[in-house]
Each structure stands twice: as C-alpha cells, then as structure tokens.
C-alpha cells in the first residue's frame, strides 16, 4: 500500500507549479488523488502565499517609488518633445507646398529661356546658311561664266567647291532652297560634261561609218582645246575611265575587229595611217601572221604617238587582252604546224610574237602576258595539236579506208617436227570450239581428247608449204598431240600458232584422213618418232585498207622526232615536244578499238574483217618493232628518245589488247553464226515425230535450211578469211550442227522404223557437209579433210550406220570397228532401246555391249 501523502504536501506541490511551473519529483505526490477535504488545506495554502507575494510587492513599490517618480516625469517630457516635432513637420510641410510652386515658376522660366536661345541660335543659323546659299550662288555664277568663257578646268574646280559647301549644309540639305541650289549645280554640271564630252569626240574622233579613227592633241574651237587638258577635265569628272572603256570598245568594233577577225569569207580589212587618221582599206594582200603582227605593231606605235600615257596605258588594258585573244585564236593557232616542214617558219613566227612583246613592253603597255605565256607553251599546244590532228585524220580516213579492201599474204618459217599437223585442228576442236562455247557435249570431248589418230603423209601442197628438206626423209606414219591448256590452248583456239612467242610450241601441220583412223594401241596412244623440218607457212586473207593506214601514221610520227632531233630543229621552241609524239600510236589504236563497232556494222561479216585487221595490224606492229629495234642499234638519238626504247613496252602491250579484241570479235562472229544453226535445227523440235505430215515437212527443212546456212556463210568468208581460219571456223559450225543433231537423236526414247530411215537421210545429208573440206594433194587428187575439222565427223557417221544397221551390224560395229571409241556404251545402249523392241537378242546384245565396255 502506498505511503498516505499530507494534505501540506499536495498544497507545496500545487503552489510550485503554479509559481515556477515545476513538476513534483515526489512520484507519491505526483501521482496522488486530491480529494475535496484537502480543499480548505489547499485554499489556505494559497492564500497564504498571495498575501506574502502582494506584502513583498509593496515593500519593494515603497522602496522603488523615487525612481517611479523619475520615469512618469521623463515619461511627460518625452511627450511634450513628440507635440514639438509634430508642429516642426506640419510647418515643413507647408513650407513644401509652396516650394512647388515657386520650383514650376522657375522651371516655366527656364524653358521659355531655352526657347528663346533657340531660336536665336536658329536665326544665326539661319543667317550662316543664307550667307553659304548667298557664296554657293556666288561660285555657281563664277562656275558657269567660267564655262561659258571657256575655263572648263576653273569651273570645274568651282563645281567641286560647291559640292563641298553643300555637304556642310547640315539640317538645311533637305530644304528647298538648298534643293534649288543643287538642281542648278547639277545642271551645270550636265552642262560642262556636254562640253567635255564635245571635246573629247573632237579630238578623238571615231568614223564608224567611213570605218576611219583620228586622233589629235588640239583642235581650235573657240579656243585652242588640248588633249592633256581634257584628260584632266575627265580625271576632275571622274568619268577617264568611262571614256577609255566606251573609246576602246569603238576603237576595237571600228579598226581592230575588222583587221584581226577572219570572217566566213577567210577575208580581213587592210588599213592606212595617214597624219592623226588610220582607215580601213580594202582586203589584205597577205594575211600571214608576220604582217599582223607588224600591223598591230603599227596599231600600238598610232596610238602611243598621238595620245597621252595618261590615255595610252589604261586603253591599253583594254585593247591588248582583245588582241591578244583573236592573235592566238585566228592567227598563231592555225599557224601551229602539223607538220615538221614548217617547224622553221613557225619559230619564225614566235620570234615575231616575242618582238610585239618587246615592243609593248617598251611602251609600258599591260596585258601581253598571255602572249609569252603562249610562247612559252608552244611546244605543248603543238604536241596537243599534233595529237588532234592525229586523231582527225583516222576519223576522217576510216569511213574511206574500210570501204578498200585487198588481198595480203602471211609468210612465216618455221621449224616443226614432221609428224605435226600444220593447223592443230583435232584440238582446237577439242580445247575451243567445244570447251571454250560449250556446243559439244562433254562426253564426246573426253572421248576425242583420248584419242590419237594414225595418219598418213601430209598434204602440204594445198597449205602454200615449201618443204625444204629433202625428199628422202623419212615419212612418220602417226603423230599424237597432247591436249594444251591455259595460255598456249587459248592462243592456238584463236589462230596465233605462227611462233611470236618464243616459248610456244612450233605450228604443227595440218593432216588428212585416208582411212578410218585407229585410236588406240593397247590402250595407249601410239607415238611416232618426231623428224624437224623447216617449212614456210603462206595464206592469204582480205583486210581493209585501215591497218596500213594507222601504221603509215605511226611511221610519220616516227619520222618527225627524228626530225625534231635533227641539229636543224633540235634547238627550235618545240623540239622539246618530241618525246610526247611517243603517245599518238597509242590513242590511234584505242581510237581505232574505240570506233571499230560503228566502222564495221555495215560491212558482211564485219567481225571477221575486224578480226583479219586486227591480224593484219598486230603482224605491222610486230615487223615495225623488230625493224625499228635494228635501226635503233645505229640511231644517233639519246635513249629516251629511240622509238624502241619508247614504243616498244606500249605497242606490245597494244598488240595483246589488239589481239584480246580480235579474238573477241571472232567470237562474237563465230557465237552468232552458232546460234543461227541451233534456231534452224531448234524448229525441228527435237525430231520428234519427223514422219508425221505436216511436221516431217518441218524437219526436213530444219536440215535444209542448216546446210544451207553453212554454204551462204562459206560463201561469205572464203574471200575474206584465210583458208585456215575458214576451215576451222566451218568446222566449229558443223560440229555444232552435229552435236545438236546427235543430242536431240539420242534424247528419242523410241523410233519407229519409218523414224530411223528418215533420221538415217538426215545424217546422209549432213554428211554432205564435207565438200566444203576438200582439198588436193600433191598429185592434184581431191581428198576429203572434213574429219580433221569437224570434231564429231565419225560420231555422225556412226549414228547414220546404227540407225540404218541390224543388232548384228551394231554389235560389229562396236567389237570390230571404232564405235565404242565415239561413243559410250550406255549411249549404244540406249540407241538400241529406243531402235529395237524388246527381244532376248537386243537383251544379250546389250549385255555384251556393257560387259565389253568394262575391258
């Protein structure tokens, strides 16, 4: 149980708090209950302590009453101070308001003041710019007597007074009078450039329609009027230079033009100096540029005799550029020769321009800069000129040139072994025209490329083939060729078998077939021991006259830098120029490249003439090279500037771009005249159904049409190509015609009896191909070579045979004979299916085809 708390003690509490606002510490008392009978107790308390605060209240009010005292008296004085300062503010204020008045009468005074000062300094102004109108008039009067009198110059420099009096007008330049006063010097002004202007046109004098120019120091008016006076009036004006340009454009249009421009009708105007007066009269007897440049020569010393330098050289500014321009455009340009005949005339003619130059120079004239500048690249512009005119003359000469044609004849010796063919046709069958165009089918090729061929003797006569060994040589009765690649392969396809390369291969001679030949000897290729001869290889082909024409150029080009480096020339303005001559034969064979496609559509063939140019071109460029080699080993010239030394590396690598374009234009040739052939046999439609009216009419003139095509081309190239490239070039379109054929044959998978009969025809009449392969031996017996050109020439024959044979006749024919070295097994094979009808002979025929086929 909690200790009781007193009721003294809850009075003690309550008192301190509300005394000092403390809280009891005592927990007991703070949290003790008050109950109403400590009310009294508490009361008493409380009123004990108030009576003790108001005792201790007036002890210290009696204690402190003398200072109270003090306070309510300060208290007293410190309001009666407020009163006072009060008053002092309301008699400050009123002291305000009257001040503003008496500040808006003062400041009233002032302005008006001001105004009034305005206003005299207005009148004094006033009366400062009368007194200015008053003197400008003055000098107006003074200025116009003047000009009436005939002292230009002093009115003129009055004039200049009044402008700078009226610029100092200030606010008064706007008004109306002093616009008066302008208007009136303005007019005088016009006035005094009148009489300038008169002046002026008096002295210098242009005739426009007498075409007549005079130029004088005086002339007598009035008075005695001076050229330097009136230069000086119009320096004064600021209008000399006006003057100067309107007098060199009338100068220019009335005498220079005429005499310097040549006009449509090649004729300029002559003129004479008479005194102050130079006049047109009538045309140049020599209209050389060494008489025009004495004439201008005339020209200038006319003109710097009878005018002022202060005229003279800014007119010269002008009129120089104007001459200099229409000297070199009419005179010196056409003067550059394009020839060395005149290379001594033409440095003539650039000592005379450097003469005029002098001559300028001499007189302080401006603007022949570009005269020397010309001078000194003459041998430039000459070069350029060369070049152009280089350029030119092909242009001109191959319209013309390729309508000429004429017959030329390669003629080249070479050792070779005997057994060699002279045109590698079995491969150029094998390596081009059927890998390189892919017209022949693979199989045929691998089976070709396998086989060597037992020949006999070569026909050599029908070739233009000198045999110079003798006739006791041993004659080789075989000769197997090994299949080229890369470079060689590629150059042999396009006919460059004639040994430019010293590292090719020698040309092997052309072989003709007696007999069927055999492929194989166990196996293997039967070679035959190689026996060297010379031969001397001839053919002729038509060429048009342009390859002759471009090398004709490049000899002329040759011939001028040895004459630019003659000891006559070598020291002549444009000698250095020669080495740049070196470039022409390069830009004539691009151009002729360049061009060659517009030149030749309108020719029959016209990319086998391209091709028979190019060949043409490449064998000149060739001989020019070896001669030109010889001849340098004797030139006295320096080494840079031996055409062998410079040409060489350029045309050789032009010779192999010639013959990448001729080789490219063969082949379009021979791709178009391939593609005719596959449009005429693709209207058979395979050969399908070639019995059946009305498509067997379709087949048959699928064949007809075909041979045909190879005869109208014969006919077109046998003039033109030679006879190499003729058969070879035939040999390729047959061999695509026989592979189209053969193809489509072998794709049938069934023919009738009827359809075998038909197809076998049609293989007989494509045999007929072979009269254009003809050729004649020595003994003037005509042998048949259409198996040496045409690729697949015993494939074709083989097929008529099965299409027209028995089983039995197949089965020979593959064991016996050389079938099965034209075409493979499964090819018999299926020949024999779609032939004969399925039977136990076709079964044991096939068997034993494949099982021989594994041997």
């Known amino acids: 149980m909690p200790p009781k708390v007193t009721d003294a003690q809850l009075g003690d509490a309550i008192l301190e708090s509300a005394k ?33 605060a108001k005792n201790e209240v007036r002890k210290v009010s009696r204690e402190a009453a003398s200072d109270v005292d003090g306070w309510i008296s300060q208290a007293r004085k410190l309001q009666d101070d407020i009163k006072h300062s009060q008053d002092t503010a309301k008699e400050i204020v009123h002291n305000a308001e009257e001040g503003k008045a008496n500040t808006l009468q003062v400041q009233d005074a002032v302005s008006k003041v001001s105004l009034l000062q305005t206003e005299i300094a207005y009148n004094e102004s006033l009366a400062r710019v009368i007194e200015q109108l008053r003197d400008i008039t003055a000098l107006l009067d003074s200025a116009q007597e003047a000009a009436v009198r ?17 610029k100092s007008m200030g606010p008064f330049e706007s008004t109306r009078v002093v616009g008066v006063v302008k208007s009136k010097e303005s007019q005088l002004r016009k006035a005094i450039i009148e009489t300038v202007t008169e002046s002026w046109n008096g002295l210098l004098e242009i005739d426009a329609a007498n075409n007549k120019v005079s130029f004088r120091d005086a002339i007598e008016r009035e008075t005695t009027i001076e050229i330097n006076a009136v230069v000086e009036q119009l320096t004064k004006l600021g209008l000399l230079d006006d003057f100067v340009t309107r007098l060199s454009r009338d100068f220019d249009r009335t005498i220079l033009s005429r005499r310097l421009v040549i006009g449509r009708d090649q004729v300029v105007t002559a003129f004479e100096i008479h005194g102050d007066d130079i006049q047109l009269k009538g045309p140049v007897n020599d209209g050389s540029v060494r008489v025009t440049l004495e004439d201008i020569h005339k020209i200038a010393e006319y003109i710097s005799t009878r005018l002022p330098p202060s005229i003279t050289l800014p007119l010269s500014s002008k009129l120089v550029p104007a001459i200099t321009s229409r000297l070199i455009t009419h005179y010196l340009l056409p003067a550059v020769p394009t020839s060395t005949d005149r290379v001594l005339q033409f440095q003539e003619t650039l000592s005379y321009v450097l003469g005029l130059v002098e001559y300028l120079d001499e007189l302080g004239w401006s603007g022949q800069n570009r005269l020397t500048e010309w001078v000194d690249k003459s041998a430039e512009i000459w070069l350029a000129k060369q070049k152009e005119n280089a350029i030119a003359r092909v242009q001109k000469l191959f319209p013309k040139q390729i309508k000429v044609k004429k017959t030329v004849e390669k003629v080249e010796t070479q050792v070779i072994s005997k057994g060699d063919a002279l045109h590698p046709a079995q ?150 120029a020669s080495g740049g001559l070196f470039a022409i034969p390069g830009l004539l064979l691009a151009m002729y490249r360049a061009t060659a496609s517009v ?192 690729q697949n020439w015993f494939r074709l024959q083989y097929l008529g045979e099965i299409l027209a044979g028995s089983l039995a006749d197949i089965k020979y024919l593959w064991n016996e004979s050389e079938l099965k070295l034209e075409m493979g097994a499964e090819e018999v094979v299926g020949l024999i299916e779609a032939l004969f009808a399925p039977s136990d002979l076709r079964r044991r025929a096939i068997a034993e085809i494949r099982r021989t086929s594994m041997h």
Not at 150 to 166: K, N, Q
């Open 150 to 166: 005939g002292h230009v110059m002093y009115a003129i420099e009055r004039l200049e007074d009044v402008g700078s009096a009226l």
């Open 599 to 790: 030149h030749y559509s309108t020719e029959i063939a016209g990319n086998m003439l391209v091709y028979n140019d190019c060949e043409r071109l490449s064998d000149r460029l060739r001989g020019f090279i070896q001669e030109q080699a010889e001849k340098d080993s004797t030139s006295s010239l320096p080494k840079l500037l031996r055409p062998s030394v410079r040409l060489t590396p350029k045309i050789e690598a032009d010779i192999k771009t010639i013959d990448g374009f001729s080789r490219r234009a063969y082949g379009r040739e021979m791709e178009l005249q391939r593609q005719i052939i596959k449009d005429h046999l693709e209207d058979a439609q395979g050969f399908q159904g070639c019995t059946n009216v009305p498509f067997a009419t379709v087949c048959d003139d699928a064949i007809a049409t075909t041979i045909d095509r190879i005869a109208e081309v014969k006919r077109q190239w046998q003039k033109m190509v030679s006879q190499r490239v003729l058969v070879q070039s035939l040999g390729s379109l047959v061999s695509t015609a026989f592979t189209k054929f053969i193809n489509d044959v072998m794709d049938m998978s069934d023919i009738a009896e009827d359809e075998s009969r038909k197809l076998h025809s049609y293989c007989m009449s494509l045999a007929t191909l072979n009269q254009h392969f003809q050729t004649q031996d020595e003994s003037g017996e005509s042998r048949d070579t259409a198996s040496l050109y045409v």
């Open 427 to 576: 491969e150029e069958q094998d390596n081009d025209w059927g890998a390189e165009w892919g017209d022949e089918d693979e199989n045929a090729k691998e089976n070709a490329d396998k086989a060597p061929e037992d020949v006999e003797e070569v026909d050599m006569s029908a070739w233009g083939v000198d045999e110079d060994e003798s006739e006791d040589a041993p004659k080789p009765e075989a000769k197997t060729e090994e299949k080229r690649t890369g470079d060689d392969e590629d150059a042999e396809d396009w006919g460059n078998d004639w040994g430019d390369d010293e590292d090719s291969k020698p040309a092997p001679l052309p072989q003709a077939y007696t007999k069927s030949p055999q492929r194989k000897t166990n196996g293997q290729p039967a070679q035959q021991p190689l026996i060297d001869q010379h031969v001397t290889l001839r053919e002729t082909y038509t060429v048009t006259a342009i390859p002759d024409s471009i090398i004709e150029i490049i000899l002329q080009v040759i011939a001028d830098v040895e004459i630019l480096n003659s000891p006559e020339l070598v020291k002549s303005a444009i000698a250095p």
């Open 20 to 52: 000092h606002g403390s809280f009891p510490q005592d927990e007991d008392v703070a949290s003790a209950t008050v109950p109403s009978s400590a009310l009294p107790k508490l009361l008493e308390k409380v009123g004990r302590a108030r009576e003790d």
